[in-house]
């Protein structure tokens, strides 16, 4: 099953993007896979994995202190 949350997470973190981050943050709990595509440092800090691509290939794949 796919679920798909939309809405442009780059902006700064409004009251409304951190509910979008609650909802993400939920179904990783629950075992869902959840993949967060951002220019915004302070989004990806929340994940347990980043990935960061570089001209297309991945420049980098790693586990943050959230996966701790």
Do not use: F, K, P
């Amino acid at each position: 099953e796919l679920t798909r949350i939309v809405r442009d997470l780059t902006s700064s973190l409004s009251e409304a993007t951190l509910g979008i981050l609650s909802i993400v943050d939920d179904l990783h709990r629950r075992g869902r896979t959840v993949v967060v595509v951002t220019h915004d440092a302070e989004v990806a800090a929340r994940a347990a994995r980043t990935v960061t691509l570089r001209d297309g290939a991945v420049a980098t794949d790693s586990a943050t202190a959230r996966a701790a």
